[in-house]
């Protein structure tokens, strides 16, 4: 098992503890293998060694993804300069206009609570209103801001790939690119 270790200098370093525990990837992942569906014949079950390694392998370059994501959205720092007010009429459109006005893109997590949040008032007496009329502008903001920065900062990306191996063909939607910004 890979065991975290700081050191003095904030750094950290990875070390495997084998005696005690294998680094087994399955343990964090609750999704089984998907079945395999054949024309007419309904679910045909897979049984065989090679089918399980590659969704092992599979898996393991998910975690790896997600990973190189986290660790990008790491490096990109908070804008610190925000004196702008962006008019808005939902939180996903708050959030396409601050990445377009910052040239940064926002977390995946971040992504998706925009969306939740729009999803909450639909079916309401204001969800015709627009946002910035019972909102601020700049408490908006600074709420997308302050979200973004715990997800940047604090989220395991085993955590993510977890998130992502639920959701195989919809995840892409809500990673913005790294270098459109």
């Known amino acids: 098992m890979l065991r975290t270790q700081i050191s003095l200098q904030n750094q950290c370093t990875l070390t495997s503890d084998s005696d005690t525990e294998s680094d087994d990837l399955s343990k964090y992942f609750s999704a089984l293998v998907p079945p395999r569906y054949t024309k007419g ?36 720092e908070i804008p610190g300069n925000r004196g702008s007010v962006i008019p808005f009429n939902t939180w996903q459109e708050l959030a396409k206009s601050m990445k377009q006005l910052y040239k940064q893109p926002l977390h995946y997590l971040t992504n998706v609570q925009m969306k939740q949040w729009d999803k909450a008032r639909l079916d309401t007496e204001q969800e015709q209103v627009p946002m910035d009329h019972f909102v601020h502008p700049a408490k908006a903001e600074a709420t997308v801001w302050l979200i973004e ?9 085993l955590f993510l790939a977890k998130i992502w191996s639920n959701e195989p063909l919809n995840y892409h939607a809500f990673v913005d690119p790294f270098y459109q910004y």
Do not use: C, F, P
Request: charged fraction near 35%.
């Open 149 to 157: 920065e715990i997800h940047r900062q604090n989220t395991s990306h």
């Open 41 to 76: 014949k309904g679910v045909e079950e897979e049984t065989s060694s090679q089918s399980a390694m590659g969704w092992k392998e599979d898996l393991e370059s998910l975690v790896r993804r997600a990973e190189m994501y986290q660790d990008y959205m790491k490096e990109i």
